[in-house]
């Protein structure tokens, strides 16, 4: 058996090393390392997969979300609704533009924003609503869009854990996560799902405004060369990054869809013990089916019920069993984003959460003698 990884680069890489390395000596001999040609190939290959009008890259997930807001021109003090339980990104870009994050509580069983909680925040200074498709499963899309309609209110997608997750609609209609509210992002940190060999991230629009706003403002407000119309940021996909993603890109389906695999094998290893629940997929898929896209599993997360979950945690570190622990402490508690109007007992469901959450080895080269192994374990301690 391998040496047991929270995430594999290098076996993911060896599978396709030729190709990676042909991509990524192209730029170098090209000498065209910013906004080069590889840039716009791989933003229109993006766009293709994405199904969506109009991709926009730029150098990591947290630019693309700070981008996001800004070509909203709200106003200082503006509201923005998003989840207490994401990585701190989604949130500190809307506190660094002077906006007021209003941070919601989640549903117990996604892991994503509770909307019945969400429908209660909205005020009169509300602009809009930022859902994370956590863990690479999708939020409740047709609730928020409902509401962002009847509110008037964006939404920006924070969608760094989901790409390639569909979501269906009642209608029927299915749609990759990102490409549903007004802005997605997302990023390609080596370990995301598509994962560059540093930083990079993207915006998606189907709106052709905003796009040009977007690709104004990460390249420092500029529309017409040396013309600066607005404050911008100076926010790019480097050309060997992007030649990189371009070779991956045609990939990412079988790297879900292993990952999903994987999930299936965890999920029925554990399904008889009693103080683990397994991960839930959003209403609409009944099973991890390795087909319907539903929930692309950036993390594989369960929960331990028996207050136990710091126990195992020091237990796997003896087995050499890698783990994460996402995340330890929400947001509404964090130093930074303490605020008056937070109230602790409103954030049940994300205290519950932090914790009861362990995150077990999840890549797309992960083996099925090493999740027996890891589920074998699991299972002995917990007994
Ligand atoms: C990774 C991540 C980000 C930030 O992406 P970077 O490329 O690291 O800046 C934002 N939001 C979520 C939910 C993430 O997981």
Do not use: W
Not at 251 to 266: G, M, T
């Amino acid at each position: 058996m391998n040496k047991i990884q929270m995430v594999d680069l290098q076996s993911q890489y060896k599978n396709i090393k030729s190709e990676i390395d042909t991509a990524v000596i192209d730029v170098i001999e090209s000498s065209q390392y910013i906004n080069g040609p590889a840039v716009q190939e791989f933003s229109s290959n993006l766009a293709k997969y994405m199904s969506v009008k109009h991709v926009i890259p730029c150098a990591n997930g947290t630019d693309a979300l700070q981008v996001a807001l800004m070509a909203l021109e709200l106003n200082p003090g503006d509201e923005i609704i998003t989840t207490d339980f994401t990585f701190a990104a989604t949130v500190e870009v809307i506190a660094l533009l002077n906006l007021k994050p209003i941070l919601i509580d989640v549903d117990l069983e996604t892991f994503n924003i509770d909307c019945d909680k969400l429908v209660n925040a909205i005020g009169p200074k509300t602009k809009a609503i930022v859902p994370v498709h956590l863990f690479g499963q999708p939020a409740d899309m047709e609730k928020i869009m409902q509401i962002s309609k009847e509110h008037n209110l964006y939404v920006i997608e924070d969608n760094a854990q989901a790409i390639g997750a569909k979501y269906q609609f009642k209608s029927g209609i299915k749609k990759k996560v990102g490409t549903i509210g007004d802005i997605g992002t997302t990023s390609f940190f080596p370990s995301k799902n598509l994962g560059c060999f540093g930083d990079g991230g993207a915006l998606f629009t189907n709106n052709d405004e905003l796009a040009i706003k977007i690709r104004g403002i990460v390249n420092h407000g500029m529309y017409k060369r040396y013309h600066h119309d607005v404050v911008g940021v100076n926010s790019r996909l480097d050309s060997v990054q992007a030649a990189i993603l371009n070779a991956k890109l045609p990939y990412l389906n079988s790297y879900n869809k292993s990952r999903q695999d994987s999930a299936r094998k965890y999920s029925e290893a554990l399904k008889n013990c009693n103080q683990i629940i397994t991960p839930i997929l959003s209403k609409g898929c009944a099973e991890i089916c390795g087909s319907c896209d539903c929930h692309v599993f950036h993390q594989y997360t369960i929960r331990i019920i028996s207050k136990k979950r710091d126990q195992l945690a020091d237990y796997l570190l003896t087995q050499k069993i890698p783990f994460g622990i996402y995340y330890p402490i929400p947001l509404h508690k964090q130093k930074a984003y303490k605020s008056e109007s937070f109230k602790d007992e409103e954030f049940v469901n994300t205290n519950t959460l932090s914790d009861q959450v362990i995150s077990l080895p999840m890549h797309s080269e992960l083996s099925d003698d090493q999740i027996d192994f890891i589920t074998n374990k699991i299972i002995k301690f917990l007994a």
